[in-house]
């Protein structure tokens, strides 16, 4: 069973950085993408990075958050990262670890495992 666990939001000025956390379960690592998503008031939830931590690391970004996130993951492989700079008021929006994560180009990216989320919000 897949167990994930954010923290690490909260409130930011514009312009400024944030690192999120996510714990999980042992072997999930090994076993699926990972990733995170986010979900603003009113909008589709939206995955923005995901990480193949078997696959010398490749990662995908969404255009929205490409240059200025960054996912990675500790050596264990037991916690996931999200590193957000030059953070934007629309960054604003509930995040979401996410396992067994599908990044599509230019599509709807999926995951499977879910973690509670946690609120990030930005202000000008």
């Known amino acids: 069973q897949v167990h994930l666990q954010e923290s690490g939001g909260g409130s930011v000025q514009a312009g400024g950085s944030l690192t999120l956390s996510c714990t999980a379960s042992?072997?999930?690592?090994?076993?699926?993408?990972m990733g995170w998503f986010r979900q603003a008031p009113g909008q589709e939830r939206e995955g923005i990075a995901a990480l193949d931590a078997n696959d010398y690391g490749t990662t995908y970004y969404a255009e929205s958050v490409k240059g200025r996130f960054t996912i990675s993951h500790d050596n264990a492989k037991t916690t996931l990262y999200l590193h957000m700079h030059s953070l934007k008021p629309e960054d604003t929006a509930m995040y979401y670890c996410?396992?067994?994560?599908?990044?599509?180009?230019?599509?709807?990216?999926?995951?499977?495992?879910w973690g509670q989320g946690t609120q990030v919000t930005v202000s000008s």
């Open positions: 996410a396992a067994d994560v599908v990044p599509v180009v230019s599509g709807t990216w999926s995951g499977v495992y």
């Open positions: 042992p072997d999930t690592f090994s076993r699926y993408w």
